[in-house]
Structures are given as C-alpha cells and as structure tokens.
C-alpha cells in the first residue's frame, strides 16, 4: 500500500512490525518496553502535576495537598506518578540484570549497553531530585545530606555544593533548580531511549542462547508484540494494586510531614531503588572514598563490556558463572536491606562485605571465570576430537 512508504510510517514498521527477532525470546525480554511503557506513564502524569505544583519552600507541600484534595483525580495522578517511578526502576533493573545474564553487553552491543547505563543514571538523578519536590521532612533532610556528599571533593567541593544550593543552605533557589531540572532531564531520557532503540535495532537483538545468526527470525509483529502486551498486563496489574490499594506503601512516612530544617528525622532513608547504592556509601568510613565508591559502583557497568572478554556469551553455557550471578543478585539485595538499616554494628560490617563483593564481581570474577570456562569448554571439546 501507498502509505506505507512514507517515511514516518516506513521507521514505524522497521522498528515496531517488520523488525527481525530471534525466534527463541522468552519473556525475559519483554523488560525493555515494559520500561518505555512506564517512562510514557512518567512523562504524562509529571506533565499534568506540573501544572498545578508550586516549587517555593512555603507553598511546594501545601500545591502537593492541594493537588491531592482539590484537583480532579489529582490523588490518582500523584499515586501513579510516585509509585510509577517505583516500577520503572523495578523493570529496568530487571533488564539491567538480564542484559548481565546472557551477556547482552558484548560486541556488537556494546554501545547499545553503555547508551542503557547512562539512562539509568540519568534515571537516579531525576528521581532523587524529585524525590526532594514534595518538601517533606525526608524530602529536605535527604537532599540536605546527599548534596553534602559533594564538599568532599577536594579543592572546588565547598563551593560545588553552594553552587548547587544556589546559597548556603538547601532552600528556596535549590527548590526551583531541582524542579527545573526534574521537568527537562526526562526530555533527555527521551532522546537516549531513542538512540538506544536505534542502535539496538542496528545490530539485532540478542538471545538465550548468545549466538549470533542471521538465520531463524520471525517478524517482531504478530510474534512477539501479543507477548509483550501479556507481561505488561501482569505489571499494569501489580502496579494498580499499589496504587490503588496501597498507594503510600513503598513511600516513606516521614515524608508526609512538610519540612522542618530544626528536627532532624531519626532515620535518613532514600527511596528502595537508591538503598543498594546507599549502602555502599555509607560502608566505607572516609567520606571522600564513600562518594568515589558509590559513583564508582554506577561507572563500572560502563565498562562491563571491556572487563568480559569471554567469547562465550550466555550464562546459559556458563555453569560457574551463574552461581556467582545469582550469588551477586543476592549480595545486591543485601545491600538494599542494609541501605535501609541504621548504620550501626553488625550492619555496618555486613555492608562493608556485600561492597566489597560487588566490586569483586566486576573487577575480578567477570574477566576470571569467563577465561577459566572458556578454556574448560575448549579442552573438552579438544578431548572430544581426539577421542
């Protein structure tokens, strides 16, 4: 048909209908879109928030009451905005750790990779500064404490952090700064997401199995798209559970207090989706070393694809490595747990532990074992010919 030359409509059905898949996805890949599916949801309720908000220190908490009692469905527009930012991190952290387990950072997706790192990094940022726009007590104290990490950079680190603020002190100017930033950075999620899709439509998708073939592809459309609508109703069924019966549950309580800078909340916690990172910073005792690791901890997935130099691609093959894997999956929910704990005896040494397993992961067992099971496979293969 005539109209499917045009070019709007021909990039449409490249990428969303005759795109090329492995034939042998399973479910596990269905995690992606689920995550555009919420970044839509994110973009359009922020939007519409946006419009009745007020980023001022004396009216931000009382627009967000207005919001919820006033404006017309405006409490089912803050539920699904708040606990939909819940379920972004949910999706994309479960990409992330499948893209870990069957090696979808390696050539030739490489970049494609380090484009979905920088999304999700971009995505911690967004969300802290929105985290601090409702003005409540753990709003101001953890943006308070979290932007006073920065005076630990040496020389410039004082004044990076009045910068920030925009004075001397977490007020008004930063208010407005983060507000600004929180409505554009999504913007800029946009565009990556995009070229994100792009590359990885550029070189294929990948599969369980880590081989790379031309052959054995079914059209995206009809095969995959039904399977794909199956698991984002299984999440959209979830996610309306929370936000309709327990819409404040994975928020904190101090949060529904407005912002006093003269008490100080008794406990410090960020969202569940920053505790793993949280954990890392606070296990180590120098402040300066604190922030390196626990940047370090969100850099080092750029440069996976460069510690993994295994031609064996799946975990599937790669028996030794999936016990790690599900070892390093454990670890990692040990530090969400221990995020959440006061930084006291025995958790403090439970975390310094789960750290130092984290970095051990990537720095050390990745490159290790990819070597040690590439050379078992080999030798039995060779024992075989020879036999």
């Given at each position: ?8 409509v ?25 995550a ?12 519409a ?6 980023p ?12 919820m ?7 089912l ?16 952290y ?10 979808s ?24 500064i929105?985290?601090?726009?409702p ?13 006073n ?5 040496p020389?410039?680190?004082?004044s ?21 930033l ?5 913007f ?6 995009i ?37 984002w ?13 327990y819409?404040?549950y ?36 120098d ?11 969100l ?20 028996p ?13 929910v040990i530090?969400?747990w ?15 532990i ?31 010919t020879?036999?």
């Open positions: 048909m005539r109209f499917l030359n045009k070019p709007l021909s990039i449409f059905t490249a990428h969303l209908i005759d795109y090329p898949t492995p034939l042998n996805l399973s479910y596990m890949w269905g995690f992606g879109s689920a555009g599916i919420f970044l839509v949801v994110q973009l359009v309720t922020g939007i928030l946006a419009m009745h908000y007020v001022h220190v004396d009216l931000a908490f009382l627009s967000v009451e207005h919001i009692r006033d404006v017309n469905n405006g409490w527009l803050r539920y699904l905005h708040a606990n939909g930012a819940s379920f972004f991190f949910l999706v994309v479960l990409h992330l750790f499948r893209g870990l387990y069957y090696g950072y390696q050539s030739p997706r490489a970049l494609t990779w380090c484009v979905g790192v920088v999304i999700f990094i971009l995505m911690m940022a967004t969300a802290f929105g985290y601090v726009l003005w409540g007590q753990m709003s101001f104290w953890a943006a308070t404490v979290i932007t990490l920065f005076s630990a950079i020389v410039i680190g004082e990076l952090v009045v910068w920030i603020w925009g004075g001397f002190c977490v007020d008004n100017a930063t208010l407005n700064r983060f507000f600004s929180h409505y554009l950075l999504p800029a999620i946009v565009a990556l997401v070229a994100h899709i792009v590359l990885l439509h550029k070189k294929g998708s990948s599969n369980p199995i880590g081989i790379y073939t031309k052959v054995d592809k079914v059209s995206f459309y009809r095969f995959f798209i039904p399977k794909d609508i199956f698991g109703l299984i999440l959209f069924m979830l996610y309306s559970f929370f936000v309709y019966k819409p404040n994975l928020g904190h309580s101090d949060n529904y207090i407005e912002a006093n800078p003269m008490v100080t909340p008794a406990h410090i916690v960020p969202e569940w989706y920053f505790l793993p990172f949280y954990a890392i910073l606070r296990s180590i005792p402040k300066l070393l604190g922030v390196l690791a626990m940047f370090g901890a850099l080092i997935l750029l440069v996976i694809p460069f510690l993994n130099l295994s031609p064996i691609r799946s975990s599937v093959f790669r030794i490595h999936q016990f790690f894997f599900w070892l390093f999956i454990l670890d990692y530090l969400g221990i995020g959440g704990c006061h930084p006291e005896t025995p958790y403090i040494e439970i975390g310094q789960a750290t130092a397993f984290y970095f051990l992961y990537f720095i050390l067992l990745l490159p290790l074992l990819g070597i040690i099971e590439y050379h078992m496979l080999s030798t039995h293969a060779n024992y075989k020879t036999e």
